[in-house]
């Protein structure tokens, strides 16, 4: 049995919707990240869910599309967290409401 494209649509949309729900509705920046992660994760797995329905050869641009999302998301969380360490040694808090008095 071979799994249809519309179910991986499905499943990247509800890991999409997790994603942007945890980034907006947490206030920690790692919960923050991880959400904005799962999000891109999602956008792959939708990329992959469409190239998986075009023909062969033109289905080689939809799997090499998200191995450049993942290489910007890894260096987006590496920047990210870089960021967050900094912040954290000077403000001793994970909590985004804090990093607002920071504002020059």
Avoid: H, W
């Amino acid at each position: 049995m071979e799994l249809q494209a519309s179910y991986i649509q499905i499943v990247a949309l509800l890991l999409f919707a997790i994603g942007i729900s945890v980034t907006l509705t947490r206030r920690n920046v790692f919960f923050v990240l991880m959400g904005v992660e799962l999000a891109l994760n999602a956008v792959n797995l939708s990329f992959i869910g469409f190239a998986k329905t075009l023909p062969a050869t033109a289905s080689v641009a939809g799997q090499i599309l998200p191995l450049f999302t993942i290489a910007v998301a890894a260096a987006e969380a590496c920047i990210g967290l870089a960021i967050v360490i900094m912040i954290f040694k000077s403000q001793e808090s994970a909590d985004i409401d804090n990093y607002s008095n920071m504002k020059g």
